[in-house]
């Protein structure tokens, strides 16, 4: 038995309401997370608000992709993973990227595998990144604010990932195909 509720726009916390309505006419739909997320307001907001910057950053799309779904699979977030997994697909993702990366493994790309494993190294080394890990994303043709943008990611799904995971946050129907599993 959940403890939180999946709020809809008209019975959410007054502060989420005009949240919820924007994320619904972004999307054409709401997630059930994001009605879970508006028991706090709060972090609803702060979600949102560290997802453009993220958006925002000097990475493009894929890279920021192979961000979000290496910290979702090392957070092991269904959700997550399934929602990126869709998005990754739209912007035209080659299918081994996709699978690698909900494997946890080498990507086929070296530029993005450098992106990948800096990823799991800001993850692993709470941000005290080793300087070998550094270097090789530079070598890989990255810049040092590429290395900030990372963590501006790490943190951004940080929040979802494990607000996903304390509300118990469900497979919306759209995402079903893309289901995933962590490997036990």
Same mark, same amino acid.
Request: hydrophobic share 50%.
């Given at each position: @038995?959940?403890?939180?509720?999946?709020?809809?726009?008209?019975?959410?916390?007054? &502060?989420?309401?005009?949240?919820m309505a924007g994320v619904h006419r972004k999307?054409?739909?709401?997630?059930?997370?994001?009605?879970? @997320?508006?028991? %706090?307001?709060? !972090? !609803?907001?702060?979600?949102?608000? &560290?997802?453009?910057?993220?958006?925002? $950053?000097?990475?493009?799309?894929?890279?920021?992709?192979?961000?979000? !779904?290496?910290?979702?699979? *090392?957070?092991?977030?269904?959700?997550?993973? &399934? @929602?990126?997994?869709?998005?990754?697909?739209?912007? #035209?993702?080659? /299918?081994?990227? +996709?699978?690698?990366?909900?494997?946890?493994? /080498?990507?086929?790309?070296? *530029?993005?595998?450098?992106? *990948? =494993?800096?990823?799991?190294?800001?993850?692993?080394?709470?941000?005290?990144?080793?300087?070998?890990?550094?270097?090789? !994303?530079?070598?890989?043709?990255?810049?040092?604010?590429?290395?900030?943008?990372?963590?501006?990611?790490? #943190?951004?799904?940080? +929040? %979802? $990932?494990?607000?996903?995971?304390?509300? &118990?946050?469900?497979?919306?129907? /759209?995402? =079903?195909?893309?289901?995933? $599993?962590?490997?036990?």
């Amino acid at each position: @038995m959940s403890r939180f509720t999946a709020y809809e726009p008209d019975t959410a916390p007054a &502060a989420a309401r005009p949240v919820m309505a924007g994320v619904h006419r972004k999307l054409g739909h709401l997630p059930t997370a994001v009605g879970l @997320m508006a028991e %706090s307001p709060e !972090l !609803l907001k702060g979600f949102l608000a &560290a997802n453009a910057a993220f958006d925002a $950053t000097d990475l493009d799309p894929v890279a920021r992709e192979v961000v979000v !779904l290496t910290v979702a699979t *090392r957070n092991a977030c269904h959700l997550c993973v &399934a @929602m990126h997994t869709a998005t990754l697909a739209r912007l #035209g993702g080659d /299918p081994a990227l +996709i699978d690698a990366l909900r494997a946890g493994d /080498p990507v086929p790309e070296p *530029r993005l595998e450098a992106l *990948r =494993r800096f990823t799991v190294a800001v993850l692993d080394h709470r941000g005290a990144v080793p300087d070998a890990e550094l270097e090789a !994303l530079l070598a890989a043709g990255w810049q040092p604010r590429h290395a900030l943008d990372v963590v501006l990611g790490v #943190g951004t799904y940080t +929040i %979802s $990932t494990f607000a996903n995971r304390l509300t &118990a946050a469900p497979l919306d129907e /759209p995402l =079903r195909e893309y289901a995933w $599993t962590p490997a036990a």
